[in-house]
């Protein structure tokens, strides 16, 4: 198959993502690869299944490939990870004029990204994400970082990748639990601007339930043209950007307070959108249909749109005060008037966050 390519354009650089449904397609980043050592990123889960066949794509152009395997989990994107990846570049010789790729989900992606942002200053990278969600949201935008003990990703720095390399045929290994994560960001495009999104989310939610290939292929082309439109606005998020993170804020909260033990990156942004709609409502920004319709189609992908008693509403919105959107001593929280009709909405006080919290228990 041809691959679909979905060019980013930006002041000071500008690459493809190039999407294709039964192989790594590095064609187009040949010249970028050519005579370079490569380190390629990994981690214990994802390396078994796809390190054997990316490493002889990449060997196809460059002068040498040197693997670093991560352990697999959310509580390994951290310092100790990201140093160990340094050490590895340091032992390895590695140095700006050779390049970082990654290998794997969101975790891998954001944490190889930062190692290239710091590595001597800044190196090249290329993201080959595998996870549903980093297909349609974290490989793409340049946003790299990691997690801080007190909250999620409060280090990092904006660092674009060279090129994103997306096979979605990985999507066929990946646990049915991570698939659903990753349709918890997808589904987040339709409610932040793109309300035929939702209509098309809509007519073919049966295909995607059934992992239908060519419309996951069609489904993710769509979320990165979705994101690259935005990032291409507001590459630092000074602006609209910040859309982006619609359900994000009460999201990182509810991971904080679990220890990103009781549910994934995208099953709680599923909720946090339903937050964010309660809250919508409670601000007399929306109405009533609007949390119906978030209701619904979060239904239709069996996400999760509430949390449990035993979650403390207090306690999150405690922990969303630490939020990298907190102005002051006010919240920041991206709202929505419609489906597709998001804005950020200032001077949000806590009492109607506590209430929104409170309205998604059951
Ligand atoms: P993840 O990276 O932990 O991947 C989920 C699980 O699936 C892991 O066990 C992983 O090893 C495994 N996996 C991945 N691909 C697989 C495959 N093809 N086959 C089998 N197993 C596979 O989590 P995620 O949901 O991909 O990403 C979440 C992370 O992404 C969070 O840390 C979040 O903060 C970050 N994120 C970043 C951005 C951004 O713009 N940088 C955007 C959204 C999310
Ligand atoms: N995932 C939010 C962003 O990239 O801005």
Redesign the pocket.
């Known amino acids: 198959m041809q691959s679909t390519i979905v060019n980013i354009t930006l002041t000071g650089s500008s690459y493809p993502i190039i999407i294709n449904d039964s192989c790594f397609d590095l064609t187009s980043v040949k010249e970028i690869l050519a005579g370079r050592k490569v380190a390629l990123i990994s981690?214990d889960?994802?390396a078994p299944?796809y390190i054997e066949g990316v490493s002889k794509e990449l060997s196809k152009y460059c002068s040498g490939v040197f693997p670093h395997i991560l352990a697999?989990?959310?509580e390994y994107?951290n310092l100790d990870s990201w140093r160990g990846i340094l050490d590895f570049l340091a032992d390895n010789n590695i140095n700006r004029s050779d390049i970082l790729v990654s290998l794997?989900?969101?975790?891998?992606?954001?944490i190889t990204g930062f190692a290239a942002a710091s590595w001597m200053r800044g190196v090249e990278f290329i993201q080959i994400p595998?996870?549903l969600?980093?297909q349609v949201?974290?490989s793409v935008?340049g946003?790299?970082g990691i997690n801080h003990p007190k909250g999620?990703?409060l280090i990092g720095a904006f660092h674009q990748p060279k090129a994103v390399i997306i096979n979605t045929a990985?999507?066929k290994?990946?646990?049915s639990r991570?698939f659903k994560?990753?349709l918890g960001?997808t589904v987040k495009y339709a409610f932040i601007n793109k309300p035929k999104f939702k209509k098309w989310l809509g007519e073919n939610s049966d295909r995607i339930n059934q992992q239908d290939l060519p419309t996951l292929t069609e489904m993710i082309a769509q979320c990165c043209e979705f994101k690259a439109e935005i990032v291409q606005q507001d590459e630092k998020e000074l602006g609209v950007r910040a859309l982006l993170n619609l359900g994000h804020t009460f999201a990182h909260a509810i991971e904080t307070f679990t220890k990103y033990k009781e549910y994934?990156?995208?099953e709680a942004v599923a909720i946090g959108i339903a937050m964010a709609a309660e809250l919508s409502v409670i601000m007399e920004k929306s109405n009533q249909r609007l949390i119906d319709n978030v209701r619904a189609l979060m239904a239709k992908f069996e996400l999760q749109d509430t949390i449990p008693k035993s979650i403390n509403p207090e306690k999150l919105v405690e922990l969303m005060r630490l939020d990298k959107k907190v102005k002051g001593n006010t919240h920041r929280l991206i709202l929505m008037k419609d489906i597709g009709e998001s804005y950020i909405q200032t001077n949000v006080c806590e009492k109607d966050i506590l209430q929104a919290i409170e309205n998604c228990q059951s």
């Open positions: 981690n889960k994802v299944l697999d989990g959310e994107k794997g989900g969101g975790v891998v992606c954001d595998t996870s969600l980093a949201d974290a935008g946003k790299t999620k990703n990985t999507l290994t990946l646990p991570e994560s990753g960001e994934t990156h995208g």
